[in-house]
Every structure is written in structure tokens, then in C-alpha cells.
């Protein structure tokens, strides 16, 4: 399969994952991808953290307009990434205002209208968001909307408060608004779920619950779950053989001190590797979905340079999958 066909499957992908585990730069990575596949994407944020828009090195933050985060290349076939934030406030101010109630939401807001609804009615600050993403999903401002969706933690019941409203709303505009919601998300070929995940235990063991949560409260479809910052295999590395007889054999002169620093090093990293192996095969057999795995980048943050190297990481192993 092509990376463009499989980006092409849904016209909007969620992704989740615990926290810390690169939930934020998966999405501006999967985004990048499309963009050399030649597909325009549009990236939402809904925690607003920041990442997205660095990772992009856009000097600013992201807000409820759209924003050009790369504006692609057409002689080379590339897409064009665009970002923006959502959050309910701002969402409940522009359903108002498209509806001839400018005014009213402008009270609204200034008097916190939306928190003491959210009390009167749980998840319904969710439902004005998901529900912005539902609109800008028939609205198609954008062939890809990738949702960096909360961590975790938060990601089920915001995923799952449309169906909660169903059973609690009998009619009126909550109740429309809430299945719209969940037409959208339990439709594959509408919306997809994308897990991230590291090769650690406690990632790896959320991954496989939250998976079981979207399946069995969201009914939503899963995609394969990523696995990003996977350390390179080094299986050439030599196991047995001290440094300083490598050194001796390749006629290198060690300095005092740093054979037994290349020994320690080299016991570390096989150590970690032999880990990260049990960890990916556990994931397999606790969630059995195609793996893409996303490569450790030694370095403090995530720039432009950077985040083409996880494009092209991410548009490989999507054409792997069968």
C-alpha cells in the first residue's frame, strides 16, 4: 500500500497516546507525510501545548485560525500543512455567530456560559469541539484532518461523551449535534483512531487498554498503532569481544579509561535493545495491529530537518503494510 492510499483510507485521524510519548510530534510527522504524498492536510490541536507549531519552526503559537505551517512545494508534488487549535469556547462563539446570535455569544462568553454548561451537562464542552471537527470534515477545507487529540487519560471519555449524550439528551440540538458526532467517529471510512506508543512496559501496556476502550466505548476503528523513538537495531554490534581487543585488531590506540567506557556503552545499548525487542513483541501479541515504527532521533528537540526524517520514516513503513 502507498503511503497517499492509506492517508487517503479516512479524511480525519485521531491520534492518542499516553503522555510523553510523542503523541504531538507523531501527528506533525504524519502530517509531513501526507504533504510529500501530495495531499493538503489540516493539523487541530486541542491542548494547545505548542509542539505542533514548533515542530513545523512556526515563530508563534497556533490559535482558532487557520495557519500555514509549510506551505508545500508544487514543482515537487507536496501538499500543503496547515494548524490550528480548537477549544470549546471559541467553537460555542462561532456556532452562535454563524447562527445570527453574535451577541449573545460574545455574553456568553464573557460571563463563562460555557463552564457552567459543561456542569449542567457533562462532555459537552467535547461535543462543541468534536463537533467543529465534524464540520470542517463535510466542509473539506482539507483532503487529511489529523486531531491531536488529548493524552489518554482524557482521550476516551472525549471520544466517548457523544454516544454518553445520546443515552442522556432525548432531542433538540445537543442530541443532533452528539450523533452527528458519533456517525462521524464510528465510520471507517470517515475517521480512524491511531495509537501512539513507546517500547517501554507501562506505554505499551496502556496502548492495548486505551485500544480496548476506543474499540468497546467509541466504537471507532483502529489504525496501526505507532511506535515511535525506536532505537536502531545494531545487531552487527559485537557482544563478546572486549574493545580493547577490537582496538588491537584494527590497530586503534585506546587512551587509559575508555576501554572499559566502550565496553559499558556497548553492554548498555545491547541491553536496550534486547528490551525494546521484548517490549515490540509484547505489543504484538497484547495488540495484534501493524506496527509503524518511528526511529529514536539523538537530539534535544524537534525541528524542520528533523521532522523530515520522521516523514519519511512514516511514508515507508505505511507503504509496508499490507
Do not use: C, W
Amino acid at each position: 500500500m502507498s503511503a497517499a492510499a492509506f492517508l487517503r483510507q479516512a479524511r480525519v485521524v485521531i491520534v492518542i497516546g499516553k503522555g510523553g510519548v510523542g503523541k504531538t510530534t507523531v501527528s506533525a510527522a504524519l502530517a509531513r507525510a501526507a504533504s510529500l504524498a501530495g495531499i493538503d492536510s489540516l493539523v487541530v490541536e486541542i491542548e494547545g501545548k505548542g509542539g505542533l507549531a514548533s515542530a513545523f519552526e512556526y515563530p508563534g503559537e497556533l490559535d482558532y485560525r487557520e495557519t500555514v505551517l509549510h506551505p508545500g512545494d508544487a514543482s515537487k508534488g507536496e501538499g500543503e500543512v496547515r494548524g490550528r487549535t480548537l477549544r470549546a469556547d471559541e467553537a460555542l462563539v462561532e456556532y452562535l455567530e454563524e447562527h445570527a446570535m453574535g451577541r449573545l455569544s460574545k455574553r456568553l462568553l464573557s460571563a463563562g456560559a460555557v463552564d457552567v454548561v459543561a456542569t449542567a451537562v457533562p462532555g459537552i464542552k467535547d461535543i462543541l469541539v468534536l463537533g467543529k471537527v465534524k464540520q470542517l470534515e463535510r466542509e473539506h477545507p482539507a483532503e487529511l484532518i489529523i486531531l491531536d487529540a488529548p493524552a489518554s487519560g482524557h482521550a476516551i471519555s472525549f471520544l466517548a461523551g457523544a454516544g454518553s449524550l445520546l443515552d442522556a439528551v432525548r432531542a433538540g440540538p445537543i442530541r443532533a449535534q452528539a450523533q452527528d458526532v458519533v456517525d462521524l467517529l464510528t465510520d471507517p471510512n470517515r475517521s480512524q483512531v491511531l495509537i501512539v506508543t513507546l517500547a517501554e512496559e507501562m506505554p505499551v501496556n496502556e496502548a492495548a487498554e486505551v485500544a480496548a476502550a476506543v474499540e468497546d466505548q467509541v466504537g471507532a476503528h483502529l489504525g496501526p498503532v505507532v511506535v515511535n523513538a525506536v532505537y536502531p537495531k545494531r545487531e552487527s554490534l559485537p557482544r563478546d569481544t572486549p574493545a580493547a581487543a577490537l582496538a588491537e585488531q584494527n590497530s586503534i590506540h585506546l587512551r587509559p579509561g575508555e576501554a572499559e567506557a566502550l565496553d559499558a556503552a556497548a553492554k548498555s545499548r545491547h541491553g536496550r535493545n534486547e528490551l525494546q525487542e521484548r517490549h515490540l513483541r509484547r505489543l504484538r501479541e497484547l495488540l495484534p495491529l501493524p506496527q509503524v515504527e518511528l526511529p529514536f532521533l539523538f537530539t534535544a528537540s524537534i525541528g524542520g530537518r528533523e521532522l523530515d526524517r520522521l516523514a519519511v520514516s512514516m511514508a515507508a513503513a505505511l507503504e509496508a503494510l499490507d
